[in-house]
C-alpha cells in the first residue's frame, strides 16, 4: 500500500508539472472540471483531455483487474451529498486540494498554504469527531 502511495503522489506530481511548465495551466481539478461544466469552450480540449487521463487509469484497472465488492457506507445519497458538499467547499475556497497543494504551494502561495492547513485541519477534526463523539469508523 505504500509503493501504490508513493507512485500515485509522484504521477500526481509529475502530471501537474507537466501541464504547467508544457501549458501554463493549474492542476485544480475542481477548477478544470467545473469549465468543462459550465461549458466555457474557449480552451476545453486540454480539459478535456487532462480530465479522460485522469479518469483512464482507474477505469482500466477496474475492468482487467478483480478488485474487492465495495461499499458505501450510509448509501449512494450520502456519498452524492457528500460530493456536493466538495463542490460548494470548492467554490468558496477557489480550490481544491490539487490546486491548493499541490500546485498553490509548489508555487509559494500563502493562500494555498493557508487553504491546505485548513483542508488538513478539518480532516483531522472530522476523524476525531466521527471515530471519538459518534464512535464511528475504525
Known sequence: ??????????AIGVASGLLIVGSGHIAGISGIF???????????AWR??????LMTPPGV??????LPAYHIAGGLWQAGLGGLAVGVGTALGNGCTSGHGVCGL???SPRSLFATLTFLATGLLSVWVMR??????G
Open 61 to 66: 484497472l477496474v475492468l482487467c483487474a478483480h
Open 48 to 53: 478535456l483531455a487532462y480530465l479522460a487521463g
Open 106 to 108: 509548489a508555487n509559494q
Open 34 to 44: 467545473g469549465k468543462v461544466l459550465r461549458a466555457e469552450w474557449g480552451d476545453h
Open 132 to 137: 471519538h463523539l459518534l464512535h464511528l469508523g
Open 1 to 10: 500500500m505504500i509503493v501504490a502511495s508513493l507512485l500515485g503522489g509522484l
